[in-house]
C-alpha cells in the first residue's frame, strides 16, 4: 500500500504483488457482481453534479503490481505490469498497462500512442481512445455499462450514502412504479396459477421456519457456490451452471415475491385493515405497498431485501406440484 500527497490530501493506492495464477480472473467476477448488487441501491444514493473537480494520482515509473485506487482517478504515465482499478474515478492510461483496466463509477480513457495489453471493463462510465484504432492486442475484449455513472461514483466515494434517504420527485415515482409493476406482476401470476399461490401462502404461514432456514442454505449456495463455480469449471459448464442460477434467481424472485405479497396483505386484512377481506386484489395490493415502503426506508432496506431474496427462494425451493401417479384405492 502506497500513501501519495496531492494538494495537501492523503491518498491511498493499494498494489496487488506477485502474479497469481486465477488473479485476473478472480478479479474480474468479483468486480462485475459487486457491481451489480450495487445497482441494487446506486438509485437511493444522493448525486451531487456540483462537486469540486480533483486532481488524478499520478502512477509513474514502472510497477510490477495491480494498481487500485479508491475514491479517487489514477493517471498512469508509466509502465503498469499486472492491472489498473479505480473505485469512484477515472482510469486515464498515457502510458503502458500489460493487464486488465477497469473502472467502477468512472471511465477508462485511452490517451495517443498509450497501450492496454488486456480486457478493458467499465461499469458506470464509458471507454474513450484518443487513436482511431487503440492500441491493444487482437484477443483482448471490451466490457461497458455506461448507466448510473454519477450514483456508482458517489457510492464509492461514499459507501454510506447506501444507506442514507433520497427523498426527490424521481425516486418518489419510481417506488410508485415498483408498486404497480409488482401488483399486475402478482394479479398475474395469482389468475395463472391459484392454487399453487394459495398452497404456498399455506406453506409460508405453517412451516416460516423450514422456509427460511432451507432459502438461507439456497442463498448461500447461490451467492458463494456458483461464483465459484464460475472461476474453477471449464467455460461450458460454467455458463450452464450461471444460466441456472440466474434461472433460480428470476423464478424466485417472481414466484416468492408474489406469496409474500399475498399473505402478507391476508394477514394485515385479518389483524389491523378490514378491507375488502373477500378481495385477493385488495389483499396484494396491501402486501405489495407494505414490502415496498419496507424496501424503501432508509438503513434498513438491505435487510428487508436480504429477508425478501431468502423468504423466496426458500418458498421456490420448497414447492410442491399436485399431480404425478397416484394409484387410486378401491373399497
Given amino acids: 500500500m502506497v500513501i501519495s500527497r496531492a494538494q495537501g490530501v492523503d491518498r491511498l493506492i493499494f498494489q496487488l504483488p506477485g502474479d497469481l495464477p486465477e488473479a485476473r480472473r478472480l478479479l474480474k467476477w468479483s468486480l462485475i457482481l459487486v457491481s451489480w448488487l450495487l445497482m441494487i441501491g446506486v438509485g437511493?444514493?444522493?448525486?451531487s453534479n456540483?462537486?469540486?473537480?480533483e486532481s488524478p494520482v499520478e502512477i509513474?515509473?514502472?510497477?510490477?503490481?495491480?494498481?487500485?485506487?479508491?475514491?479517487?482517478?489514477?493517471?498512469?504515465?508509466?509502465?503498469?505490469?499486472?492491472?489498473?482499478?479505480?473505485?469512484?474515478g477515472?482510469?486515464?492510461?498515457?502510458?503502458t498497462v500489460e493487464g486488465d483496466v477497469a473502472a467502477i463509477g468512472g471511465s477508462v480513457i485511452q490517451a495517443a500512442g498509450a497501450r492496454i495489453g488486456g480486457?478493458?471493463?467499465?461499469?458506470?462510465?464509458?471507454?474513450?481512445?484518443s487513436d482511431a484504432k487503440p492500441n491493444r492486442n487482437e484477443s483482448s475484449m471490451t466490457m461497458m455499462y455506461a448507466g448510473y455513472e454519477q450514483g456508482l461514483r458517489n457510492i464509492m466515494r461514499r459507501p454510506s450514502d447506501l444507506l442514507r434517504p433520497n427523498w426527490s420527485a424521481t425516486s418518489i415515482g419510481l417506488r410508485v412504479l415498483a408498486v404497480l409493476f409488482w401488483f399486475i406482476v402478482s394479479l398475474a401470476l395469482t389468475a395463472a396459477m391459484p392454487g399453487t399461490i394459495s398452497r404456498g401462502m399455506a406453506r409460508l404461514q405453517l412451516t416460516t421456519l423450514r422456509v427460511a432456514?432451507?432459502?438461507?442454505?439456497g442463498a448461500v449456495v447461490t451467492v458463494v457456490g456458483v461464483p465459484l463455480c464460475l472461476l474453477l469449471l471449464p467455460g461450458p459448464l460454467s455458463a450452464l451452471v450461471g444460466l441456472l442460477a440466474l434461472l433460480l434467481i428470476?423464478?424466485?424472485?417472481?414466484?416468492?415475491?408474489?406469496i409474500?405479497?399475498?399473505?402478507?396483505g391476508r394477514w394485515l386484512q385479518r389483524n389491523y385493515i378490514p378491507i375488502g377481506k373477500n378481495s385477493e386484489s385488495v389483499a396484494l395490493l396491501m402486501g405489495t405497498l407494505f414490502w415496498i415502503t419496507l424496501a424503501s426506508l432508509p438503513y434498513v432496506w438491505p435487510l428487508v431485501v436480504s429477508v425478501l431474496f431468502v423468504t423466496s427462494l426458500g418458498l421456490t425451493l420448497t414447492a410442491r406440484y399436485r399431480g404425478g401417479w397416484h394409484r387410486s384405492q378401491t373399497v
Avoid: C, W
Fill in 213 to 217: 432456514v432451507i432459502g438461507l442454505a
Fill in 44 to 47: 437511493r444514493a444522493q448525486t
Fill in 60 to 88: 509513474s515509473g514502472a510497477s510490477d503490481s495491480t494498481v487500485f485506487g479508491v475514491g479517487h482517478s489514477i493517471r498512469i504515465t508509466g509502465n503498469v505490469k499486472q492491472g489498473a482499478m479505480a473505485f469512484g
Fill in 119 to 129: 480486457d478493458v471493463i467499465v461499469l458506470g462510465g464509458t471507454y474513450k481512445h
Fill in 90 to 95: 477515472d482510469v486515464i492510461v498515457e502510458g
Fill in 50 to 53: 456540483n462537486a469540486p473537480q
Fill in 250 to 258: 428470476l423464478i424466485s424472485g417472481l414466484f416468492g415475491r408474489v
Fill in 260 to 264: 409474500i405479497y399475498g399473505a402478507t
